[in-house]
């Protein structure tokens, strides 16, 4: 099978991990509209801006900062949560879980000798949570991770910076993301944008035929 990409970078929540999206956030509160609820506690996805979340995925505020201003806004709004964060969750709401499925995707194309990286807007916080769950640094090729670079998606330049990293260019390279705006995003760079649903046969399939490996 011919391959159209050498390249293909994951988004960490989502994606690698079955959890870590937006609905995971605002699946505590179902009395609520949950695009209310996203736009409160993460801000509008199709652009960077001054949000709180943004800012933390920024590196710019810690996590109790981004926490004590939503934790207002909520209130400020009435919402309530009715549904409690697991027991277990330290992180506040959910504990990471890799996707079983895409991370043998990950394995395949490394076997293959596909350039793999990673590509998260994420918090500083996080990453004693989801670092542990497998062998990122021996796995990837790079992982850009926006509380390290002061950048996030959808900004052009963190999608830049890595395919600078992977040495790649963006017409040979695809890129998946469970949020569309961040898809779009890198399409406008001429990169091939694959959209990972709840259900992430269709992108894993998409993505297999883009890298040639079945």
């Not at 509209?33 to 801006?49: K, S």
């Not at 920024?58 to 009715?82: F, N, P, Y």
Request: hydrophobic share 40%.
């Amino acid at each position: 099978m011919d391959a159209t990409v050498d390249t293909v970078i994951f988004d960490l929540g989502g994606v690698i991990m079955s959890n870590g999206g937006p609905r995971d956030f605002t699946r505590r509160y179902p009395d609520h509209d949950p695009a209310v609820v996203a736009e409160i506690v993460m801000g509008p996805h199709h652009l960077d801006t001054d949000h709180q979340w943004h800012r933390v995925e920024r590196g710019e505020i810690t996590l109790a900062e981004c926490r004590d201003i939503t934790k207002k806004m909520l209130d400020d709004a009435g919402i309530v949560a009715s549904v409690p964060p697991p027991q277990s969750s330290a992180q506040g709401g959910f504990n990471f879980a890799l996707s079983e499925p895409m991370v043998s995707l990950v394995h395949d194309l490394k076997s293959a000798g596909r350039r793999i990286g990673i590509l998260t807007n994420n918090v500083r916080e996080f990453r004693d949570f989801w670092w542990p769950l497998m062998d990122f640094d021996g796995v990837f090729d790079t992982i850009v991770d926006s509380h390290e670079v002061g950048m996030r998606k959808p900004n052009p330049e963190i999608y830049r910076l890595t395919l600078d990293r992977l040495g790649a260019r963006a017409g040979t390279t695809a890129f998946l993301d469970d949020l569309i705006a961040n898809v779009e995003a890198a399409r406008r760079l001429g990169i091939h944008g694959v959209h990972v649903g709840e259900d992430q046969t269709e992108a894993i399939a998409a993505t297999r035929d883009l890298a040639g490996i079945g």
